[in-house]
């Protein structure tokens, strides 16, 4: 079975300071690896994946396999940032999109 | 679109009542998932359906039942409700695609309270 760790529950950063919510996760196929993020009053909603390589809203993460980690990150946090993050597993193969979510982190951003 | 409805926004039961927390969407979706969010625990899967007629189990779904009669509608039923069913649940579908894109996307959510 896989499992999704996020080892810190919250996290506390100025404006402008860089930021990096980790995310370690435990699977014996090759799995894809997403964050969720949910800003306050609004929808749970897919801020990244792994497989895209993309930057969304200055935020990145890459895949590290042999470290089982995928850690998201941005060198300038903003306030609008603030939010709680989900780091996410889908299993490989016939998975039906199932996914494995962390504990969540809530990330806050101040002034 | 509307995208993904539920209803209703906020419950509050009483131990040993029953209920039906209502999923919608609109975006002709064939995977839909029933997720329940916990304070420190993140989400955990309680029930996940395929196609109309097709469901199944996560890995939470002792005190629950889905049906999916239709694409659109996956109705989560609660019978006998306890206090350790109070949570924040959320419905999500899905497009299965041959790729790994298949984001889900999430109703608003339901907050139950079993007192």
């Known amino acids: 079975a896989q499992r999704v760790t996020q080892p810190e529950k919250l996290l506390s950063v100025f404006k402008g300071a860089p930021v990096e919510l980790k995310c370690n996760y435990s699977?014996?196929?090759?799995?894809?690896l997403f964050w969720y993020v949910q800003y306050s009053r609004q929808r749970l909603q897919l801020l990244l994946r792994h497989i895209s390589r993309e930057s969304i809203k200055g935020f990145t993460a890459d895949l590290n396999k042999g470290e089982t980690s995928f850690h998201l990150k941005k060198p300038f946090a903003q306030e609008e940032d603030s939010a709680m993050y989900y780091c996410a597993l889908k299993a490989g193969g016939t998975s039906y999109g199932k996914l494995t979510f962390g504990q969540g982190t809530i990330l806050t951003v101040h002034p | 679109n509307a995208g993904v409805t539920q209803t209703p926004k906020f419950r509050i039961l009483k131990i040993g009542q029953s209920m039906t927390l209502q999923c919608t969407q609109d975006m002709n979706h064939n995977y839909m998932y029933w997720y329940r969010q916990d304070p420190g625990m993140g989400l955990k899967l309680i029930y996940y359906s395929v196609g109309a007629g097709i469901t199944d189990k996560g890995e939470v779904p002792n005190g629950y039942n889905v049906s999916r009669s239709t694409t659109e509608d996956f109705p989560l039923r609660l019978e006998l409700a306890a206090p350790s069913q109070t949570s924040v649940y959320f419905c999500a579908s899905s497009y299965p695609s041959a790729s790994s894109y298949n984001e889900q996307f999430f109703g608003p959510g339901t907050r139950l309270t079993v007192l």
């Open positions: 699977y014996s196929g090759s799995p894809e």
